[in-house]
């Protein structure tokens, strides 16, 4: 059977031939699917962020994930292969929140992650017949998760080439995010020899350990930096901030080979913290880790997102001035997005304020729920205004201008241009 897996781009839906530049990561979730496959199977991975998809191709089978910002064009693709008679299937964040939904373009969804399922539901469709649904009654332990299947795709497309998970799930549960409904909060360690040989098989690095929380299973992860001196990559990781309540962990990664944490700091205000579940963040200590962190030589990529209840116009140019002043080496800054399958998309609903069910507009940049503090307007803008602060050269040179290395450099150079050329797209004007 053939069988082709497909990741679809948001850009894509709103007629965007290219991203903003190279997208970061490959599709390590359908390289995963791929090695679940039977061997008997021909498998091919179609990466909208690095290529089109072809809508002639002619396979057995299609199978679609999608994150809720890239759903409507995982939806469009779906209905192009299905009114040619190619069924398709659907797993990923979004259709396994609203699968009823899914439904609707696909002829089956996997809820939750594929391990077990995706090889019953292959069986099934060799026998004649798919179910709609299906599910796991509890979530697969951590040791089923196979090598990915690298030789799918062309790494030479992405900026971080290597990609491997050593964990899954998160033992807190912000209300804002979907790792937790969708992982469990009983963090999962997959086997270190399974860890250590599938990194040692990269042709190269730095890796990229795509956990929600490295440091989230303290005696696992002392193991893991023990061992990771036989992979001889440095690598890439994220973090809580309560990495500060084992300070001799931050230690243990520096000496691994960790150059660079990314930390959910999320707000600089403890009331909004406590608001969205995320009171284990102390803002008074916010400063503490970052310096530790630089300390031994590991760059912090900070998060933020903006629109908490409490937040106000002001709140914009005090995280820029925070930013700066604590030296965030990266800054991601987000809209509160209420994602369907979170407790903060339940609480807005039941208070009515959603105000947008356009899903392509789930994806961080835009107000898709009423504010309290200010307008969505007013919102979207100060979100356009961090963001070219904090990435104009003067910025830049502020935040890292004493610690500049290759990594952070080349990092801040590409979100330079980036927001250059996103902003100018907003704004309607040419070029970037």
């Known amino acids: 059977?053939?069988?082709c897996l497909i990741a679809p781009e948001a850009a894509r839906f709103r007629g965007q031939e290219h991203r903003l530049g190279p997208p970061l990561f490959p599709p390590l979730g359908l390289m995963i699917v791929a090695a679940l496959t039977p061997e008997h199977h021909n498998v091919s991975i179609i990466d909208e962020s690095a290529e089109p998809t072809d809508p002639t191709i002619e396979p057995d089978l299609v199978g679609v994930t999608a994150m809720t910002a890239a759903a409507p064009r995982a939806y469009e693709v779906a209905d192009g292969f299905r009114a040619r008679g190619i069924p398709v299937v659907m797993g990923g964040m979004h259709a396994s929140a609203l699968p009823d939904e899914a439904l609707e373009h696909v002829d089956a969804v996997v809820i939750g992650e594929a391990e077990g399922l995706w090889q019953q539901l292959l069986a099934?469709?060799?026998?004649?017949?798919?179910?709609?649904?299906?599910?796991?009654?509890?979530?697969?332990?951590?040791?089923?998760?196979?090598?990915a299947r690298r030789d799918l795709i062309d790494t030479r497309r992405y900026i971080a080439k290597y990609v491997l998970q050593a964990t899954r799930g998160c033992p807190f549960a912000c209300s804002f995010c979907t790792v937790s409904t969708f992982f469990g909060r009983t963090l999962r360690t997959r086997p270190l020899d399974d860890i250590i040989a599938e990194a040692s098989r990269f042709k190269g690095g730095p890796v990229s350990l795509i956990d929600d929380n490295i440091m989230g299973h303290p005696a696992f992860a002392r193991e893991l930096f023990a061992r990771w001196s036989e992979v001889g990559k440095s690598f890439w990781s994220q973090a809580s901030t309560t990495m500060l309540n084992a300070p001799e962990l931050i230690t243990q990664a520096a000496n691994a080979g960790c150059k660079a944490l990314f930390v959910g700091f999320e707000s600089i205000s403890s009331a909004q913290l406590a608001k969205v579940g995320k009171r284990f963040n102390v803002v008074e200590k916010y400063e503490e880790l970052i310096k530790r962190l630089h300390d031994v030589g590991i760059a912090v990529a900070g998060s933020f997102m903006f629109g908490l209840d409490g937040d106000d116009e002001d709140t914009f140019e005090r995280t820029a001035e925070f930013a700066e002043r604590a030296q965030i080496d990266v800054g991601q800054f987000s809209i509160l997005t209420p994602l369907p399958g979170t407790r903060l998309q339940r609480e807005l609903e039941d208070a009515g304020r959603i105000v947008e069910r356009d899903w392509s507009r789930y994806d961080g940049t835009h107000c898709t729920f009423r504010p309290v503090g200010m307008t969505a307007e007013k919102l979207e803008a100060g979100l356009h205004w961090v963001y070219e602060r904090c990435y104009s050269w003067s910025s830049i040179m502020r935040r890292v201008g004493r610690r500049i290395t290759p990594l952070v450099w080349m990092v801040n150079g590409i979100y330079n241009r980036r927001v250059a050329k996103w902003l100018a797209d907003v704004r309607g004007q040419p070029g970037g």
Do not use: K
């Open 1 to 3: 059977m053939e069988i």
């Open 124 to 147: 099934d469709f060799d026998a004649g017949g798919m179910r709609p649904v299906y599910r796991h009654t509890s979530f697969p332990p951590a040791s089923s998760i196979p090598p």
